[in-house]
Each structure stands twice: as structure tokens, then as C-alpha cells.
């Protein structure tokens, strides 16, 4: 006779695993982050676009801020599942203010003038403990944090035009003179307009986070104030036992 137990805990098992892979495989591979602002050339409206992509850029979110408007959609293998956008924001016209209720003064005025001021010592020597237990630590956390950051790119992809072709066309070279100099990590394109004035195109920012690695260096700052706290406890009781008579 078979137990229903001993059908469920390997299904369990299994389950646990899969869900074990997962969050390797999520703080493991690094998550792409795209941020894009666009400009029409004429009829339309700027829009920033914020878009992650978790999974080395397999599956991920997007969200579109247009015309005081917001607006998210899943995306795949980089690109947004358009039939899935969902609108999150309304129109700053359409909210209402709420109504802020009156101040409220129920202290009555001998309470006010009844208050003790704080002593001055105590402060100072929580001042000097948050700076002992927090400042070294947060310092070197801090200066961790640029190695979560790779694989940064900026592109500049834009269509300029001036009212004197002559100017365009000399702002033009500038433009292709500088996008030369610069490196693979930023690219300028831009592409004359000699018909008309004329300032439209969109800029991409993108990067790569690694969760993994802000994980470990997260839990490595909580260890080293937990241990710092201690030390501080310790010595701060040991004072006082032996300033006991």
C-alpha cells in the first residue's frame, strides 16, 4: 500500500530545487537595466522609458512615463510585450487635492513650558558610536558598490537641424569630430537637417547590475556592524562593572 506522503515528499523535493535554481539563477546572472529618453521630431511628446531585464535580459519589466502618464508592460528577450501594457498613473488634472485637515494644537501651553531639554553628553556619545560602528563600514561598502555596476554604455542617436544650413552643416562635423574621439562605451550619432530647425532623437543609457554580488556585499556590512556593535557593547559593560565600588 502506497501512503500519499510517499508520492508528496518527492514531489517536494522537487519543487524546493526548482525554487533553490531559481534564486541561484537570479542573484547569479546579472540584470540588465536600459534607460531611454525620447523626442520626437514634431506631433509628439517626450517619454522615459525604464526597462530590466532580469535573467541576463530574458524577462524583465518596463515602464514608459509619457504626457504625465504611466504605463507598464512585461518584456522578453529585450522587448516589451505590447498587447500587455497596462496604464499604472492617472493625469495630474484628473487628481483632486485632498483636503488637509485642520492643525491640530491639543498640548496645552504648561505642558510646552514644562519640557526637560535632553541632555547634551548622551547624544554626543551615540553620535560617537554611530560613527565608530557605521562610518568605516559604510565607507567601504559604499566604495564596493562600483563593482555591481559593468558593461556601461551610453548612445546618443539624434537629428539636428538649424535654421542656416551652413551651421548645420558645421555642427554636423563637430558632432561627427567628437563621436570619433570618443570611445566604444559612447556613441554619437547624429544626422543632419539642412530643411529646418529641427532637435529630435532618444538617448539610451545601459548597465548591468549583478544582484549576487550586492547580496554578499550587503550581508558583509551587516556582519562587520554586528561585530563592531558587540565590541562596543562589551567594552561599555565592562566599564561599568568595574566603575561599580
Same mark, same amino acid.
Given at each position: +500500500?502506497?501512503? %500519499?506522503?510517499?508520492?508528496?515528499?518527492? =514531489?517536494?523535493?522537487?519543487?524546493?530545487?526548482?525554487?533553490?535554481?531559481?534564486?541561484?539563477?537570479?542573484?547569479?546572472? %546579472?540584470?540588465?537595466?536600459?534607460?531611454?529618453?525620447?523626442?520626437?521630431?514634431?506631433?509628439?511628446?517626450?517619454?522615459?522609458?525604464?526597462?530590466?531585464?532580469?535573467?541576463?535580459?530574458?524577462?524583465?519589466?518596463?515602464?514608459?512615463?509619457?504626457?504625465?502618464?504611466?504605463?507598464?508592460?512585461?518584456?522578453?528577450?529585450?522587448?516589451?510585450?505590447?498587447?500587455?501594457?497596462? %496604464?499604472?498613473?492617472?493625469?495630474?488634472?484628473?487628481?483632486?487635492?485632498?483636503?488637509?485637515?485642520?492643525?491640530? =494644537?491639543?498640548?496645552? +501651553?504648561?505642558?510646552?513650558?514644562?519640557?526637560?531639554?535632553?541632555?547634551?553628553?548622551?547624544?554626543?556619545?551615540?553620535?560617537? &558610536?554611530?560613527?565608530?560602528?557605521?562610518?568605516?563600514?559604510? &565607507?567601504?561598502?559604499?566604495?564596493?558598490?562600483?563593482?555591481?555596476?559593468?558593461?556601461?554604455?551610453?548612445?546618443?542617436?539624434?537629428?539636428?537641424? @538649424?535654421?542656416?544650413?551652413?551651421?548645420?552643416?558645421?555642427?554636423?562635423?563637430?558632432?561627427?569630430?567628437?563621436?570619433?574621439?570618443?570611445?566604444?562605451?559612447?556613441? @554619437?550619432?547624429?544626422?543632419?537637417?539642412?530643411?529646418?530647425?529641427?532637435?529630435?532623437?532618444?538617448?539610451? @543609457?545601459?548597465?548591468?547590475?549583478?544582484?549576487?554580488?550586492?547580496?554578499?556585499?550587503?550581508?558583509?556590512?551587516?556582519?562587520?556592524?554586528?561585530?563592531? &556593535?558587540? @565590541?562596543? &557593547?562589551?567594552?561599555?559593560? =565592562?566599564?561599568?562593572?568595574?566603575?561599580?565600588?
Amino acid at each position: +500500500m502506497t501512503w %500519499p506522503l510517499d508520492t508528496a515528499l518527492p =514531489n517536494l523535493i522537487d519543487i524546493l530545487l526548482a525554487l533553490a535554481a531559481f534564486l541561484v539563477l537570479f542573484f547569479l546572472l %546579472p540584470v540588465q537595466i536600459v534607460l531611454r529618453a525620447s523626442r520626437p521630431s514634431a506631433g509628439g511628446t517626450t517619454s522615459l522609458t525604464v526597462r530590466s531585464g532580469f535573467f541576463a535580459g530574458l524577462g524583465g519589466l518596463q515602464l514608459r512615463v509619457e504626457a504625465s502618464r504611466q504605463y507598464l508592460s512585461p518584456c522578453f528577450g529585450g522587448r516589451s510585450i505590447g498587447f500587455l501594457t497596462f %496604464p499604472i498613473g492617472s493625469r495630474k488634472a484628473d487628481r483632486q487635492p485632498a483636503s488637509e485637515p485642520p492643525p491640530a =494644537n491639543d498640548v496645552p +501651553m504648561d505642558a510646552e513650558k514644562t519640557e526637560e531639554k535632553p541632555c547634551v553628553t548622551p547624544l554626543i556619545q551615540k553620535l560617537r &558610536w554611530g560613527v565608530y560602528t557605521l562610518a568605516k563600514p559604510g &565607507w567601504s561598502y559604499l566604495c564596493s558598490l562600483r563593482r555591481i555596476v559593468g558593461g556601461l554604455k551610453l548612445e546618443l542617436r539624434a537629428r539636428i537641424g @538649424l535654421s542656416d544650413p551652413a551651421q548645420t552643416g558645421r555642427l554636423y562635423g563637430y558632432a561627427s569630430t567628437l563621436g570619433a574621439l570618443l570611445g566604444r562605451r559612447i556613441r @554619437l550619432r547624429i544626422a543632419p537637417n539642412f530643411t529646418g530647425p529641427e532637435v529630435s532623437g532618444i538617448l539610451d @543609457l545601459r548597465f548591468r547590475l549583478h544582484l549576487g554580488l550586492l547580496l554578499g556585499l550587503t550581508v558583509l556590512l551587516a556582519g562587520r556592524i554586528g561585530v563592531r &556593535w558587540l @565590541l562596543h &557593547w562589551f567594552s561599555a559593560r =565592562n566599564r561599568e562593572i568595574t566603575a561599580t565600588p
